[in-house]
């Protein structure tokens, strides 16, 4: 584990903001094994860590970031053919994911893109600004580098930043936190190097459209000092083991979990209400694992820890999963974010999301 330094690569980005101040454990479980600098993205250093590829979800988003940037440097291309180039280029394989998330989110995109150029438009109307679609930019603290990609940046003496989200961004009538952060960061890093006015905050949902989030340079200090503050304690706390904070929302889709000895005295201890990602167990593998033609396997599990108790057993786990742990009868495992049945002896792997690691 290395501490967070503006001299070494180990840097916080926006997307990490949110596993950063809610569980520094997790955060600490991406440290890089070569140092290389971490993936921009949470979602990626989350599954390149963890030895699989992006999800269907997160391939998607990173379809739909590309898509519009084209569409914002080209005001001729349109959405069918913006979206074909951005999907050949991130993914190229139609079965590698849902094609109900990829009809649906480009059926969105059609409908919004207009009002998102003509915003752009407007902003530029009475000034020639900068505008830049993905833009990196840094800021180096004694204490860490923080780095962002900012999905739209429009530089003038009035500046305006404008995140993309697939998703809704609203919850009973309120920006959700994590995005209020988010733009919080960038925020901060376009002060940081711009010499400019003032900021404006956007984002452009796909299900809400555009939305207006009011950050005074005073909400964007109250977010940044503390964090810089939890950043000296993070750092204060190498090379000991950063503190786990485990709940239902931080642990529910946290690919960590194996790891995580709080995680099991928790879920030992019926400490979680509802665990969104379904079912976790420790035991030692029963029997023979038996593979079908279809390359998916069988077996049994003694469970001794997790929200079942008791012999279950475990279907549909990939042959690549047996063969990276190279798993056997009597081996210890850890398998989480498992689908439950009516019957309460069987768990059912998820490709997307379940994982499974040897003791």
């Known amino acids: 584990?290395?501490?967070?330094?503006?001299?070494?690569?180990?840097?916080?980005?926006?997307?990490?903001?949110?596993?950063?101040?809610?569980?520094?454990?997790?955060?600490?479980?991406?440290?890089?094994?070569?140092?290389?600098?971490?993936?921009?993205?949470?979602?990626?250093?989350?599954?390149?860590?963890?030895?699989?590829?992006?999800?269907s979800h997160q391939q998607v988003g990173k379809v739909l970031h590309l898509a519009i940037e084209m569409l914002i440097k080209d005001e001729a291309l349109d959405v069918d053919d913006a979206w074909q180039l951005a999907f050949d280029r991130i993914i190229g394989d139609r079965e590698a994911v849902s094609e109900v998330s990829v009809s649906r989110n480009k059926k969105r995109l059609k409908r919004r893109i207009q009002n998102l150029r003509e915003f752009i438009d407007n902003r530029a109307a009475n000034s020639n600004p900068e505008i830049h679609a993905e833009k990196s930019l840094d800021w180096n603290d004694t204490r860490c580098k923080l780095s962002g990609k900012l999905d739209l940046l429009i530089v003038d003496s009035v500046?305006?930043?404008?995140?993309?989200?697939?998703?809704?961004?609203?919850?009973?009538?309120?920006?959700?936190?994590?995005?209020?952060?988010?733009?919080?960061?960038?925020?901060?890093?376009?002060?940081?190097?711009?010499?400019?006015?003032?900021?404006?905050?956007?984002?452009?949902?796909?299900?809400?459209?555009?939305?207006?989030?009011?950050?005074?340079?005073?909400?964007?200090?109250?977010?940044?000092?503390?964090?810089?503050?939890?950043?000296?304690?993070?750092?204060?706390?190498?090379?000991?083991?950063q503190p786990a904070m485990p709940s239902d929302e931080n642990c529910s889709w946290c690919p960590y979990c194996d790891r995580c000895e709080k995680f099991w005295i928790k879920i030992g201890s019926n400490g979680f209400n509802?665990?969104?990602?379904?079912?976790?167990?420790a035991g030692t593998i029963l029997g023979e694992i038996s593979i079908a033609k279809n390359g998916k396997s069988t077996f049994r599990v003694d469970a001794i820890e997790g929200t079942k108790s008791g012999e279950v057993i475990l279907t549909e786990v990939p042959r690549r999963v047996l063969s990276n742990n190279e798993l056997s009868e009597g081996d210890s495992i850890k398998a989480f974010h498992l689908h439950g049945s009516e019957d309460n002896e069987i768990l059912t792997w998820d490709d997307r999301n379940s994982r499974l690691s040897r003791n």
Request: charged share 30%; net charge negative; aromatic share 8%.
């Open 274 to 281: 509802r665990l969104a990602s379904g079912e976790a167990i």
């Open 159 to 241: 500046s305006t930043i404008i995140d993309h989200k697939k998703g809704s961004v609203v919850s009973d009538g309120v920006v959700e936190k994590k995005h209020r952060d988010q733009l919080a960061f960038y925020a901060h890093l376009v002060y940081e190097n711009y010499d400019i006015d003032r900021v404006d905050c956007w984002l452009f949902s796909l299900k809400d459209g555009l939305v207006e989030v009011p950050l005074t340079c005073e909400d964007i200090v109250l977010f940044v000092e503390p964090l810089l503050a939890n950043i000296e304690d993070y750092n204060n706390r190498v090379p000991d083991e």
């Open 1 to 55: 584990m290395r501490k967070l330094s503006s001299s070494s690569v180990r840097k916080i980005t926006a997307t990490q903001v949110d596993d950063f101040t809610k569980c520094s454990l997790k955060f600490s479980f991406t440290e890089p094994t070569e140092p290389t600098e971490l993936p921009k993205s949470m979602g990626a250093i989350q599954h390149t860590n963890r030895g699989d590829s992006y999800t």
